[in-house]
């Protein structure tokens, strides 16, 4: 009984493989995701001095941790 339980767990059938995501259903994510990414670093590594958005130091305050942990310099 057992050797029926271990056989039957090992075994899969060949119709429950799963398919390969098409690329068209990634690339909208992934585009998205890269966006918020570089949005992240210009607020980490770049909201300061020339190009600064937003007047103050009020965003780079709150990532201020953050850029010294990725090795960007800010004083």
Same mark, same amino acid.
Not at 70 to 75: A, D, E, R, T
């Given at each position: 009984?057992?050797?029926?339980?271990? #056989?039957?767990?090992?075994?899969?059938?060949? @119709? #429950?493989? #799963?398919?390969?995501?098409?690329?068209?259903?990634?690339?909208? $994510?992934?585009?998205?995701? @890269?966006?918020?990414?570089?949005?992240?670093?210009?607020?980490?590594?770049?909201?300061?001095?020339?190009?600064?958005?937003?007047?103050?130091? @009020?965003?780079?305050? $709150?990532?201020?941790?953050?850029?010294?942990l990725?090795?960007?310099?800010?004083?």
């Open positions: 009984m057992a050797e029926a339980v271990a #056989s039957a767990a090992v075994s899969t059938p060949a @119709g #429950s493989l #799963s398919a390969p995501l098409p690329v068209r259903a990634v690339l909208p $994510w992934a585009l998205f995701v @890269g966006l918020l990414m570089l949005v992240a670093l210009y607020f980490v590594g770049a909201e300061q001095g020339a190009t600064a958005l937003f007047a103050g130091e @009020g965003v780079h305050e $709150w990532v201020h941790d953050g850029r010294h990725l090795g960007f310099p800010c004083h």
